[in-house]
């Protein structure tokens, strides 16, 4: 599985971005999917992550109730919503694929997209 995850910018405090992450591949419903991002200085931190069917999701407590992932598996492609962003949030945000169920820890995932950058200026 290839990933590539677009989306990102500059953005305002208080506004919205969406990222997308498109995969190749035939099996795209069989991975699991998270979004991770790594801010200048800090390690990897988990931010998101949908189960293969798009039935489960769990988010970290930092994004919780400002952003939703989703993913269209016709399409190939998950999403992550931004919604009222915070200069804490700039990161460069990464997609990931698992082949096997969610999980908030970046070493267990097979796959990775190179990343795309936002930045939430205050």
């Known amino acids: 599985v290839q990933l590539q995850a677009f989306g990102g910018g500059l953005v305002q405090a208080g506004g919205s971005l969406r990222l997308s992450c498109a995969a190749s591949?035939?099996?795209?419903?069989?991975?699991?999917m998270g979004w991770f991002r790594q801010a200048p200085g800090k390690e990897r931190e988990f931010v998101a992550a949908?189960?293969?069917?798009?039935?489960?999701?769990v988010y970290a407590d930092s994004v919780k109730g400002r952003f939703t992932i989703s993913r269209d598996n016709a399409k190939n492609t998950v999403y992550l919503q931004m919604n009222s962003l915070k200069p804490e949030d700039t990161a460069v945000y990464y997609c990931?694929?698992?082949?096997?169920?969610?999980?908030?820890?970046?070493?267990?995932?097979?796959?990775w997209g190179q990343g795309t950058e936002v930045t939430v200026s205050s």
């Open positions: 990931a694929a698992r082949y096997s169920g969610i999980s908030l820890e970046p070493k267990v995932y097979d796959y």
């Open positions: 949908i189960s293969w069917s798009g039935g489960s999701t």
């Open positions: 591949g035939r099996t795209f419903s069989s991975y699991a």
